[in-house]
């Protein structure tokens, strides 16, 4: 993985230096909340619900062991002994102190990890598969070229004052696990006549005007990424909209202008940005390449896998649900799930921080990956190791089998943390995980893709949940509403919404009607939900929802 | 006939800790919402707010809250300022660990 250099290094130490200097004149009262709010966004640190939250990026997914366990110090020394994993591959610590902040992040700086962007109208993290590199299914690691975009993008002073926040996910594989379509700027790593490119989408986004992102380059070669992006980037800097924060991000930009109209206008840029460069990007994405060689893979027999597969049911659970095809036959790639029933999604504590950090020096060639879905993978790990590795995640309380079911669920912080939430997230989820959980019925559901925002923003990408839940202020009482069908996969929809929403008591219930629904409906165990919903409609689905006899009150 | 006055406190996020804080009847600033003065008139409710905004080294992002008088002191009437008052649902990590 990428290790920093010393312009890197020198680099992140005088930007840390310079946000120490303002928080000390934001403290003596040198600098108003107006001033200085702008120079703490741009450094990660916002104002939440309870206190400060400090969000840090996990460059396009990627850790290694050392990273991991700067982040279980952080949590231990300057937070409450975790760390909140999110859908844009950072990580959150809710409780700091604004006059520790400085330390936490000359604390990040010593082990490569920094919070710059992952806030305010810039190109934020760039996130990509976190499978990248590991994949059977891959055709390129797309994490060299998203460390060009970080380095190209970070402190870009053409790109500091947007008129919005922009996204840019990537991923290598066709299977699209980055959730492309729903970015400002999604990229997938193509072949065409045995020469790698990119195809480009433009404009996709969830929040209030939830849209999948159109194509705006089929094939663009490799070579051309960063003139190509700084094109899009300044149409869109020029184009779009400034008069009204709803209206800023570049998928009302593609709305309002038309894609014809977008790729015409960033083609002719692009002829006078591919000029600009000279060259320079190629020769570093050509270091940084160095950095993602892959490691030296062991080889040996996989007989102990196999042994404690046969033997072992509790482990079988696991293997079934966790582990995913590695590119290699006798190498597999762990999901550990941050799901446990009735755990916060996406949080783990410093304790089991350094316990994932550990394997990953031991099992796993010092490689861990954060999912936008807010598990920790290991990337590499051989699979005689898998029953080792397997008993060690259970002594921690890492061993939930149950990635992709219906208590792996995505959830934003909701009201329980976040300033601009309408409704809490956290307890649903742990509800709708402790139920299904009670009922044991998780297995035989299968595939199942639950995600809850806790406002309209989406930041829980409930519009590409397979069931999406909103939780909104319905005249003071905390309400969620269902959306159906959504897909966040290489052909991503944007679900439907169902009918009005249900109060907090009854959205369990309700989920639990519909799960009920498909088990009777699906033509036979291997039809998924939404499969299942795309053969029949919505219709048997919402009579599940709002004609069913159990019902006790209408919304 | 005007409509009533629904009673309000001033409450806003500690400069230091980013904590929520309740300004009092006696100009400090409070941890605890059942301590918070409770502001029935809306001319004395403007007159607490610019108080509290003329702290900026104090305090950040004062602002009236709706909250109805109870046996201890104000309660609150809306399920967001519940949650500014106690803390998060998930741990007790909040104030909820003082109360």
Not at chain 1, 306 to 328: E, G, K, Q, S
Not at chain 1, 381 to 390: F, T
Not at chain 1, 415 to 433: G, K
Not at chain 2, 18 to 25: K, P
Request: aromatic share 8%; proline share 6%.
């Amino acid at each position: 993985m990428y290790s920093y250099s010393d312009f890197d290094r020198a680099f992140l130490a005088e930007r840390n230096a310079q946000f120490r200097a303002q928080v000390d004149r934001r403290l003596k009262g040198h600098l108003t909340e107006d001033e200085f709010k702008p120079l703490r966004l741009m450094n990660g640190v916002y104002l939440q619900l309870h206190a400060y939250m400090l969000r840090v990026a996990i460059p396009y997914g990627t850790l290694n062991a050392a990273q991991m366990r700067q982040l279980a110090l952080l949590a231990e020394k300057w937070d409450k002994g975790y760390g909140h994993f999110t859908t844009r591959q950072n990580i959150q610590y809710n409780w700091p102190k604004l006059p520790d902040i400085p330390d936490m992040l000359d604390a990040l700086g010593e082990v490569g990890l920094h919070a710059i962007q992952t806030s305010g109208n810039t190109i934020r993290n760039t996130t990509a598969d976190h499978f990248a590199g590991a994949a059977a299914d891959e055709i390129a690691d797309p994490r060299p070229l998203a460390e060009l975009i970080r380095q190209w993008s970070t402190d870009h002073p053409e790109f500091q004052f947007l008129g919005r926040k922009f996204k840019i996910a990537i991923t290598g594989s066709p299977a699209d696990r980055a959730v492309t379509a729903a970015h400002d700027i999604g990229l997938r790593i193509v072949e065409k006549d045995g020469e790698l490119g990119l195809k480009v989408l433009v404009g996709g986004g969830l929040g209030r005007t939830p849209m999948i992102g159109q194509v705006l380059r089929d094939f663009l070669p490799r070579a051309d990424l960063l003139p190509y992006l700084e094109a899009a980037l300044s149409t869109y800097n020029l184009l779009g909209r400034r008069d009204n924060k709803y209206k800023a991000r570049i998928k009302i930009t593609v709305h309002e202008n038309g894609i014809e109209e977008i790729r015409r206008l960033v083609e002719a840029r692009f002829l006078e940005t591919r000029a600009e460069f000279s060259g320079e990007d190629q020769r570093l994405l050509g270091q940084i390449e160095t950095h993602f060689a892959p490691p030296a893979f062991r080889g040996g027999n996989t007989e102990a896998y196999d042994t404690a597969y046969a033997a072992d049911p509790v482990f079988r659970a696991w293997a079934d649900t966790n582990l995913a095809a590695h590119r290699r036959a006798d190498h597999t790639i762990v999901s550990i799930s941050l799901k446990t029933p009735g755990q916060t999604p996406g949080d783990a504590t410093a304790e089991q921080m350094r316990a994932m950090a550990e394997l990953a020096e031991r099992y796993g060639y010092d490689e861990l990956r954060i999912s936008h879905e807010q598990n920790v993978i290991l990337p590499h790990v051989h699979k005689s190791d898998l029953p080792q590795l397997h008993a060690t995640l259970k002594q921690h309380g890492l061993a939930t089998a149950n990635i992709g079911l219906i208590s792996d669920i995505i959830a934003c912080p909701g009201m329980d943390y976040c300033a601009l939430a309408t409704a809490r997230s956290i307890p649903i989820a742990q509800e709708i995980a402790t139920r299904f959980e009670e009922l044991k019925l998780e297995h035989d559901i299968g595939p199942m893709k639950i995600k809850i925002s806790g406002c309209i923003n989406a930041c829980g990408h409930h519009h590409v949940g397979h069931i999406g839940i909103l939780g909104l202020d319905r005249a003071g009482v905390e309400n969620y509403q269902i959306t159906l069908g959504g897909d966040a996969g290489p052909d991503a929809v944007i679900g439907s919404r169902a009918g009005p929403g249900f109060p907090a008591e009854e959205i369990v219930p309700a989920i639990e009607r519909l799960v009920r629904a498909y088990l009777d409906l699906r033509e036979d165990p291997g039809e998924s939900f939404l499969s299942t919903y795309r053969r029949l409609g919505d219709t048997p689905f919402k009579s599940a929802l709002y004609d069913a006899a159990d019902r006790t009150k209408a919304a | 006939m005007p409509r009533p006055y629904t009673p309000k406190v001033v409450t806003a996020s500690d400069l230091l800790e980013g904590d929520v804080i309740y300004l009092t009847a006696t100009d400090n600033w409070t941890r605890h919402l059942a301590e918070a003065e409770l502001i029935e008139d809306e001319a004395h409710a403007q007159l607490r707010l610019l108080l509290a905004e003329s702290q900026p080294n104090r305090v950040v992002g004062a602002y009236l809250a709706e909250v109805k008088p109870g046996p201890h002191g104000p309660e609150p009437t809306h399920f967001r300022e519940a949650f500014r008052a106690t803390g998060p649902s998930n741990y007790a990590h909040g104030k909820q660990t003082g109360l």
